[in-house]
């Protein structure tokens, strides 16, 4: 397989630019996420890299060649859509086969290499069916089939798990996982769903408006947000908000906000001005006394916990809390916060302040 290295990668289209200045390395036998919402760039990286789109600057490199400028058939990359492209006309053995057939091999080698592809992902039953009589299930593994066949040095996946019912594709994306493991292959997978990339990749690229605002591990990306926007794209509910204006210090471990002391990472850059103090809703606990004191607005349960809203005087937030915890609205509770996970964020430009808790992954951010 290969690594791919990406530098200063930037396409226009006309006067509007889809991706600006984008720079990252993927791993050998990595699965790789490109995650951000509709438009923001993140399919036209994933285009330029297979040699489906080419870049207005910039540079591209697989297996440490350079082929940026390169069409896609002399990349030896092969694509996954999300609606399949497969040939209606073709079975399932016709649709596999066919890459190695227009390679030239015998009849022999194409044989046993459809055997083998078809054993990996269960489908030996279903060699000889039309593809046009298919579920959406199995159709994609034929799909993955006619992409893993050929032994590529790298996938590349655009939400091949799209076109799924909810259910079924989570349990796709177990499989998807698992082959990927078992093949040890380069994997780059454009998505929209951060459950998705958080459940399936081993580092993700958050992409927004054609810029890269983080690029990290799934944990990494979570629990140290290096922007507003990936604290709130990331998480289900997303990362609590509450705004106010004020100054730290180098050093400091704590600031003051609405009349209550809150403890946070201690800070690494001092700041003045209007701040944002990020918290996840499973670092809030509501306790029965305390300074921080809110109205509990809505419970939502989910089974092993529940998200309560509570509203306060800095406006409304989520807490994640056990599902067997009183939690009834109109009541009131106190807010106790672990600042040791909390994130500052400058709120005009958006982006973490350096402290503790970020210090390395905002280091070449």
Partial sequence: MAEIVIKNLRKEFGDFTAVQSSSFKIEDGEFFMLLGPSGCGKTTTLRMIAGLELPT????????????QKPARQ??????????????HMNVRRNISYPLISQGMSTRQVKDKVAEV??????????????????????????????IVREPKAFMMDEPLGALDAEFREHMAEELRALHDRMGATTVYVTHDQLEAMQMGDKIVVMNHGVIEQFGTPQDIYDKPATMFVADFIGSPSMNFLR?????????????????DLAVPTVREPFQG???????PEHISLRDEGDNRGEIVAAEYLGTTQIVTVKTSGGNLKARIASDQPAKPGETVALEFNGTTATLFDNQSGRALRSDLNEGILSHV
Avoid: T
Avoid at 75 to 88: C, G, K, S, T
Avoid at 120 to 145: K, N, Y
């Fill in 75 to 88: 990349r030896d990359i092969a694509f996954v859509f999300q609606m399949f492209a497969l040939y209606p």
């Fill in 57 to 68: 600057s910039g540079e591209i490199y697989i297996d440490k060649e350079e082929v940026g």
């Fill in 244 to 260: 106010f204006h004020g100054e730290v210090h180098a050093g400091s471990s704590n600031v003051r906000l609405h009349h209550v």
């Fill in 274 to 280: 209007d701040l944002v103090y990020g918290i996840r």
């Fill in 118 to 147: 078809s054993r990996i992902l269960g489908i030996e039953d279903i060699l000889d069916r039309p593809v046009s009589g298919l579920s959406g299930g199995d159709r994609q593994r034929v799909a993955l089939g006619r992409a």
